[in-house]
């Protein structure tokens, strides 16, 4: 059983940042890959960052040059770096990992970007 926490959601203004971290139980971060994904109301989950247990990253184009993935396998989190943060940003993001095949998610953490 994985369980995720994420934290550091919040209410920001435009071109403002926001650090958001994922601790997970266990060592599951040292082997597995890690992923923020993101959801606004009525839209559906999608990834905006990815990162592979040896620190490779990728992220979702609307987010390139403006968000940063991290991670600490050691202390078994994750951070999200966003900066230049848009109104459209605003959504529950959610941390994933997968588990034996099973995904897992946290309860997620508000993020809200005013104009």
């Known amino acids: 059983q994985v369980q995720l926490v994420e934290s550091g959601g919040g209410l920001v203004q435009a071109g403002g940042s926001l650090r958001l971290s994922c601790a997970a139980s266990?060592?599951?971060?040292?082997?597995?890959?890690i992923g923020w994904y993101r959801q606004a109301p009525g839209k559906q989950r999608d990834l905006v960052a990815r990162?592979?247990?040896?620190?490779?990253?990728n992220y979702a184009d609307s987010v390139k040059g403006r968000f940063t993935i991290s991670r600490d396998n050691a202390k078994n989190t994750v951070t999200l770096q966003m900066n230049s943060l848009k109104p459209e940003d605003t959504a529950v993001y959610y941390c994933?990992?997968?588990?034996?095949?099973?995904?897992?998610w946290g309860q997620g953490t508000q993020v809200t970007v005013s104009s």
């Open positions: 266990g060592n599951i971060f040292s082997i597995n890959a």
């Open positions: 990162i592979t247990s040896r620190g490779n990253s």
């Open positions: 994933n990992v997968v588990e034996r095949a099973v995904n897992y």
